[in-house]
């Protein structure tokens, strides 16, 4: 075998590394779909319907 294979301390050291990124990835991507976009995305979608709604009115449509 060419490469020994992964074991003990390793190993352990390995899987919590890996545990640690997933987990802090994943938290991280929450915090910016949820307090970043969501709210920028809905901010954007009332400015819109806000000048939708304006222009209706000027020309008469409401």
């Given amino acids: 075998m060419a490469i020994k294979p992964i074991t003990g301390m390793l190993r352990r050291g390995l899987v919590l590394d890996l545990s640690i990124a997933m987990g802090l990835g994943t938290t991280f991507g929450y915090l910016w779909w949820y307090g970043y976009h969501l709210p920028r995305v809905r901010a954007?979608?009332?400015f819109y319907a806000r000048?939708?709604?304006q222009r209706a009115r000027e020309a008469g449509f409401k």
């Fill in 51 to 53: 000048l939708e709604d």
């Fill in 44 to 46: 954007r979608d009332n």
